[in-house]
């Protein structure tokens, strides 16, 4: 038991910094980011060309992706978002599926479809009171927790937080009252770009590196951002944890297979029941 609870935390810890992202996002601009997940692959393989063809130190590889994929995940509003923000949020998201796809297929074309790793080196997992762990698996869970402690301190005690927060409460009233909200937008896509690029070399230390690494992982992403309420990133946090715990759970006592569908099964309980999320605001109808 101990053992799925750690493997969950580890999981959970990967997921929350993507879902953070995502419901920031979606707080401030309203519509749902398919393309967070490829956008982990983008950091992911950012990551691998500095490491081991540049011959890089994997964490120095590890930040200049998450600058590479804030440049990137910016730019894509740059690009197709911005020019369409007077739509429809469906419309919207179906252009981030394209989004999506349009940058899978371009990693899998520069890359190939081979399953790739980081250089590093090989180590036997750690024993201790009945747990087996790698030092990367406490690396991914304390740099993981100090990032979301960081995310908290931006977005209570800074001025870019709270206008982040103003704008997502009330657009046009943040306008109104003279907040930059073009800034603050900016601010978000680069946050949530660093956010995510984290999270796929995470993700690439964890598991393999291919191009559908970051598509795996959406459905848990969006499942951690509704269940803990979406638009609210402390909710994304406590969501991913609670995910993760359910998708290790789910491979101990079932077969593995049936860990993509908790993603599924979580969102349309939530959306049955408490379509608000756990530190989610009910819509009021007026």
Do not use: C
């Not at 983008?42 to 804030?70: E, R």
């Not at 252009?95 to 371009?106: G, H, K, R, Y």
């Not at 980081?118 to 201790?128: C, E, I, N, Q, Y």
């Amino acid at each position: 038991m101990g053992q799925v609870l750690f493997n969950g935390l580890v999981n959970g810890a990967i997921i929350a910094l993507p879902a953070i992202a995502f419901t920031m996002l979606f707080a401030i601009l309203r519509f749902a980011n398919f393309s967070v997940g490829t956008f982990m692959t983008v950091g992911a393989y950012a990551a691998l060309t500095m490491n081991t063809t540049m011959g890089w130190p994997l964490w120095l590889a590890t930040l200049m992706a998450m600058a590479f994929t804030a440049l990137a995940f910016w730019l894509s509003d740059m690009i197709v978002y911005k020019p369409m923000r007077e739509h429809m949020s469906v419309t919207l998201l179906i252009v981030s599926i394209a989004v999506s796809f349009i940058v899978e297929n371009l990693i899998r074309l520069g890359y190939g479809n081979d399953i790739q790793g980081f250089d590093l080196p090989l180590t036997r997992p750690t024993k201790w009171m009945g747990l087996k762990f790698t030092h990367d698996q406490l690396w991914i869970i304390g740099v993981s927790f100090t990032v979301m402690i960081l995310v908290h301190i931006l977005l209570q005690y800074t001025n870019l937080g709270k206008a982040m927060r103003a704008t997502a409460d009330n657009f046009n009233l943040a306008e109104v009252r003279g907040i930059n909200t073009g800034r603050v937008i900016t601010a978000t896509w680069i946050l949530g770009g660093a956010l995510i690029g984290l999270a796929g070399v995470f993700a690439g230390i964890d598991l393999v590196i291919e191009p559908q690494m970051g598509w795996n992982l959406t459905i848990p992403v969006f499942a951690a951002a509704i269940l803990g309420g979406i638009g609210s990133p402390y909710g994304a946090m406590l969501g991913a944890i609670m995910v993760g715990m359910a998708e290790e759970f789910t491979g101990t006592f079932f077969s593995p297979v049936y860990k993509v569908a908790v993603g599924f099964v979580i969102i349309a309980v939530l959306l049955l029941f408490r379509p608000q999320g756990l530190l989610g605001q009910p819509e009021i109808k007026k």
